[in-house]
């Protein structure tokens, strides 16, 4: 039976500056295995609300659960949440084998099994074969799956995705 809390924001805040509110009392509730997406105009929170589940961002006020657990204080390693950014966000001076292995590096997975979840992800977005490639020998679309792969490569509990399209 599916969680009927898995993520909740309860009232939350987010300022930068102290002043204003970019997130204002936002109470959110997600079951397990929903699927949400956040519709606004530039500039409205939502890419503060997905850093701030994923850990990139603190609250100023109110508090954020994964499956019934605050995660305020956990870091992003530590929380399960893939994420796929904006922009991609690989690192151009490393080929696509160590852009994929760096969550699982930072998460102390042994080799043998980080080179077969690697090949898994490569496989899942039609890129075997690619591993050896710099980002810039990729086209953008390549360089899209790569991120994708990257945020499923761990086998994440829950995955955000910035305006991956």
Do not use: W
């Not at 499956?67 to 950014?85: E, L, Q």
């Not at 690619?130 to 829950?158: C, E, H, T, Y």
């Amino acid at each position: 039976m599916a969680n009927d809390h898995f993520v909740r924001f309860e009232n939350v805040d987010k300022s930068y500056d102290g002043k204003q509110l970019v997130v204002k009392g936002l109470d959110l509730d997600i079951a397990e295995g929903e699927f949400v997406t956040m519709l606004g105009p530039s500039g409205s929170g939502k890419t503060t609300c997905l850093m701030m589940l994923a850990g990139f961002e603190t609250p100023t006020n109110g508090e954020i659960f994964l499956d019934g657990k605050a995660i305020s204080s956990i870091p992003p390693h530590n929380r399960g949440i893939g994420m796929v950014f904006q922009n991609y966000a690989l690192s151009p001076h490393m080929p696509v084998y160590d852009n994929l292995a760096f969550p699982l590096r930072v998460r102390k997975i042994p080799k043998d099994e980080a080179d077969k979840k690697l090949d898994k992800a490569l496989s899942m977005v039609s890129l075997q074969g690619f591993a050896d490639r710099m980002p810039g020998q990729l086209s953008g679309g390549q360089q899209q799956r790569v991120a994708v792969a990257r945020s499923l490569v761990f086998d994440p509990q829950l995955v955000l995705m910035d305006e991956p399209l």
